[in-house]
C-alpha cells in the first residue's frame, strides 16, 4: 500500500468516530465559547443596536440550546437501540416521538441553558471589568426558549405531516 492509500485508510477509520462524540461536539463547543468570551475582562463592544450585548446572550444561548438538541440525539439512538423502537431527532428514519417526550426533552434543554447561564453569571461577578445581570440571564433563557419552541413547532409539524401519509 502506498501512503496515499494509506492516508485514505487513516481517514476513514477517523470517520467512524463514535456518534456519541459527534453529536456533542458542537454542544462543547458553543459552551466552552461562552465560558471563554466570559472570561475576558473587560469585553469592548461597539454597540451598532440598543442593548447589544442582550442581544448577543440571546444569540448565544439560543445557538447552545440548539447545539443541545442536536447531542439529544445521542441519547435517543441509545435508546432506541436498547428498545427498538427507532427512534431519532432527525425526523428521517423516525417513528413519531410522543408529545410528551418531545415537551420533556424541549424543557431539559431550558433547564440546561438557564442552568448553564446562571453558573456564566456567577462567573462573570468574579471577573474584572465584568457583573453578574440578571438581564443578561433572561436574554439567555429566552434565547433558549425561542430555539427550542421553534423546534417543538417543527418537530411537532413533521409528526402530524407523516401521520397524515
Not at 476513514?12 to 459527534?22: D, I, K, Q, Y
Not at 443541545?68 to 428521517?92: D, H, K, M, W, Y
Request: proline content about 4%; overall charge neutral; hydrophobic content about 50%.
Amino acid at each position: 500500500m502506498d501512503s496515499f492509500s494509506s492516508g485514505l485508510t487513516v481517514s476513514a477509520e477517523r470517520s467512524s468516530m463514535p456518534p456519541s462524540l459527534l453529536y456533542i461536539t458542537p454542544m462543547l463547543a458553543v459552551s466552552g465559547t461562552i465560558f471563554f468570551l466570559s472570561q475576558q475582562p473587560y469585553l469592548v463592544l461597539n454597540p451598532v443596536i440598543n442593548h447589544q450585548d442582550k442581544f448577543l446572550h440571546f444569540i448565544a444561548f439560543g445557538v447552545l440550546a440548539a447545539a443541545t438538541l442536536f447531542a439529544v440525539r445521542l441519547f435517543e439512538e441509545g435508546i432506541s437501540r436498547l428498545s427498538g423502537t427507532g427512534l431519532s431527532l432527525s425526523g428521517l428514519q423516525a417513528k413519531s416521538m410522543s408529545l410528551s417526550r418531545l415537551i420533556l426533552t424541549g424543557l431539559g434543554v431550558v433547564l440546561f441553558c438557564l442552568i448553564y447561564g446562571i453558573s456564566d453569571e456567577l462567573h462573570q461577578f468574579f471577573i474584572p471589568g465584568r457583573n453578574c445581570c440578571i438581564y443578561d440571564l433572561l436574554a439567555d433563557v429566552a434565547g433558549a426558549v425561542i430555539v427550542v419552541s421553534l423546534w417543538f413547532y417543527f418537530r411537532t409539524k413533521v409528526d402530524i405531516d407523516k401521520r397524515q401519509l
